[in-house]
């Protein structure tokens, strides 16, 4: 299972400093979609051009002119973008064109949806690469929020998916065991002291 850092900062500085310290232990590098609307498409560059051995991951959560949105990031050294799994077939179709175009991949981020085990199929059947089980921060902050019907979904959907929605080194196992192809971390690394060092532990956390 591979894991990817996504850096919810505002600034393409931030993000650097970030993508540093924690590149040693991760696989995937995710530009949050904050950083990208206030940075801009430049911060992508800045990212790939500074780990291009890395995965570099742009969360466009793109709802709307799927094809165009993909081809910008793409150009700008994105390695997967992600489309809303609640946009429209031919959104999502247009998006997977551009990433075709680019030899590249589009993940649909089913944030919002509700049944997402069975939209997860469908849109492996457009030609996504994987999808994302993520529960946004504000999900996450709601009273009684657990990530295990993230875990059920991905499982029940029998397609290559991810998890987002505040994974640590304690629950890291929990995500491998549901066989995700992608465990997706944030906060638990970003907010940490030592961003390097809370990389590594759930790292660490993952079997072989």
């Given at each position: 299972m591979q894991l990817q850092f996504a850096m919810d900062t505002l600034t393409t500085e931030a993000?650097?400093?970030l993508a540093a310290a924690a590149a040693p232990h991760v696989d995937i590098i995710e530009l949050g979609t904050p950083l990208i609307k206030s940075a801009g498409l430049s911060a992508i560059t800045a990212v790939k051009e500074a780990h291009p051995d890395k995965i570099v991951f742009a969360d466009l959560k793109t709802m709307d002119a799927g094809e165009l949105e993909a081809d910008i990031a793409f150009q700008a050294g994105a390695d997967l973008?992600?489309?809303l799994g609640v946009?429209?077939?031919?959104?999502?179709s247009g998006a997977i064109g551009a990433a075709k175009k680019h030899g590249k991949g589009i993940v649909v981020d089913l944030i919002g949806v509700a049944d997402?085990?069975?939209r997860a199929r469908e849109v492996i059947a457009l030609g996504a690469e994987f999808v994302e089980m993520h529960a946004g921060l504000d999900e996450q902050a709601e009273d009684g929020y657990t990530f295990d019907s993230l875990l059920t979904d991905g499982k029940a959907?029998?397609?290559?998916?991810?998890?987002?929605g505040g994974i640590n080194a304690d629950s890291v196992a929990a995500v491998q065991e549901s066989g995700a192809r992608v465990a997706v971390a944030g906060s638990a690394i970003y907010s940490a002291p030592d961003v390097g060092a809370a990389a590594a532990a759930i790292r660490a956390a993952?079997?072989?």
């Open positions: 993000a650097l400093e973008v992600t489309v946009a429209g077939d031919s959104t999502i997402k085990a069975a959907s029998g397609v290559p998916f991810s998890v987002a993952i079997t072989a």
